[in-house]
C-alpha cells in the first residue's frame, strides 16, 4: 500500500494524469481537456526542488510559486537563489506566490503590489515572470476580475479555476493543510479539466503523517539555520559541536 503524501504517491497522481498534463499558458477557452500542475512553495524551497526534479523524470513541466514576503524562507539568499533556478534548469516555470492579506480591498492597491512584487522576483532570478498564484486567497481576492492581474497569468482565472462551491467544468484539488479537502486526485470523475494544487512541504520520501510531517520540517529548517550560524560565526564551533 502507498503511503500518503509519500513521492510515490505524488508520482502515481503525475502518471494518471500525464496525457494531459499542459502548462497554463497553452490553456484557451477552446481547449477541451488539460491538467494543470501548480506548486505553492510555503515553508521550503529544499522541498520544491526535490519535486521538481520528480517533475523532470517523469517528463513533465509544472509552475512553482515562489513569495517575496514570507517569515519562514528568505527566497534571496544565494543558496535559495540557486536552487530556484536548478528548478528553472530543470524545464519548470517560476512563478510570483502573490502575498495578499495585508492589503486593502482596492484594485489599484493590488495591481500596485502585484508589479511590486513581480519586480522584485524578476530581478532575483534575472528573468521575467508571466504568471501568479495567490496565497490564502481570501473571497474578496477571487470575486475580482481577471483583468486587474493583468498581464499575468492568474491561476485563478476563470480558464483555469471556478470559483463555485460545485463546478461543473473544472475540478480542483488542493493538498492544503495536509488534506485533500475537494477529493482526491486519483478518485474516479466525470471532469475533464483539472487544476491540481500542491504544496511541496507536505510531501516527503516515506510519507508521514500531518504532525510528524510539521516537526521534520521543523527539523529540516532547525539544521539549515545552524548550518548557516556555523558558516557566519567564526567561533561556532567553539561553544556547538558539528551537527549532522
Known amino acids: 500500500m502507498i503511503k500518503k503524501f509519500s513521492y510515490n504517491e505524488y508520482r502515481k497522481i503525475i502518471l494518471k494524469y500525464k496525457k494531459i498534463i499542459k502548462d497554463f499558458s497553452k490553456i484557451n477557452k477552446f481547449t477541451k481537456t488539460f491538467c494543470l500542475i501548480r506548486h505553492d512553495i510555503e515553508f521550503s524551497i529544499d522541498r520544491a ?5 520528480i517533475d523532470n523524470s517523469l517528463g513533465i513541466k509544472s ?21 530556484l533556478k536548478q528548478i528553472i534548469k530543470l524545464k519548470h516555470y517560476i512563478g510570483l506566490h502573490f502575498y495578499v492579506s495585508n492589503l486593502k480591498k482596492k484594485d489599484s492597491i493590488v495591481q500596485v503590489e502585484l ?8 530581478l532575483a532570478l534575472g528573468r521575467k515572470i508571466d504568471r501568479l498564484s495567490i496565497h490564502r486567497p481570501p473571497k474578496w481576492i477571487l470575486s ?96 556547538f559541536k558539528k551537527r549532522k
Open 63 to 83: 509552475s512553482f510559486f515562489v513569495q517575496v514576503k514570507s517569515d519562514c524562507y528568505n527566497a534571496f539568499s544565494d543558496e535559495n537563489i540557486k536552487k
Open 144 to 239: 475580482k476580475k481577471n483583468s486587474i492581474f493583468k498581464p499575468y497569468i492568474n491561476t485563478y482565472s476563470n480558464l483555469y479555476f471556478e470559483f463555485k462551491k460545485n463546478p461543473t467544468e473544472i475540478k480542483y484539488y488542493a493538498d492544503s493543510n495536509h488534506r485533500w479537502n475537494y477529493g482526491h486526485p486519483i478518485d474516479v470523475n466525470k471532469f475533464k479539466k483539472f487544476q491540481i494544487l500542491l504544496h511541496p512541504d507536505e510531501w516527503s520520501q516515506k510519507g508521514m503523517s500531518e504532525k510528524e510531517n510539521l516537526i521534520s520540517l521543523i527539523k529540516e529548517e532547525k539544521l539549515n539555520f545552524i548550518s548557516s550560524l556555523d558558516k557566519e560565526y567564526k567561533t561556532f564551533k567553539k561553544y
Open 49 to 53: 526542488l526535490r519535486m521538481a526534479k
Open 115 to 122: 508589479k511590486k512584487q513581480i519586480k522584485i522576483l524578476e
